[in-house]
Structures are given as C-alpha cells and as structure tokens.
C-alpha cells in the first residue's frame, strides 16, 4: 500500500515533472522505495496518477 508523506514536502525539486498522462508540471516528486537511483517517482495532482522519471 502507498500512502501520502506530508512531511517530505519541503520543497526544491519536488516541481517540474511532466506528467506523461495529462501532460501537466503540476506533480511531486516521491522518495525512491529501493535503490534504483536512476528513476524517480512522482505524483500527479492533475490527474491523481503516480508515475516514474527515468533519468
Ligand atoms: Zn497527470
């Protein structure tokens, strides 16, 4: 099960992320749940999906 952090929104470099569903920058970046450092996980708040960024 996931469930929302509040306490990670500190900000920085939470924004930016592109929403490969609807396209919007209106997400949050997630912590990584393992060491797969070469993806990050974020959240949609546009249309409430998570997804990943390779980078
Ligand atoms: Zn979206």
Redesign the pocket.
């Known amino acids: 099960m996931r469930e929302p952090d509040p306490s990670v929104t500190t900000g920085g470099d939470e924004t930016g992320a592109e929403?490969?569903?609807?396209?919007?920058t209106?997400?949050v970046r997630e912590h990584p749940k393992g060491p797969s450092l070469c993806r990050s996980m974020h959240y949609?708040?546009?249309?409430?999906?998570p997804?990943e960024r390779f980078e």
């Open positions: 929403c490969p569903y609807c396209g919007s209106n997400t949609c708040n546009g249309c409430e999906q997804f």
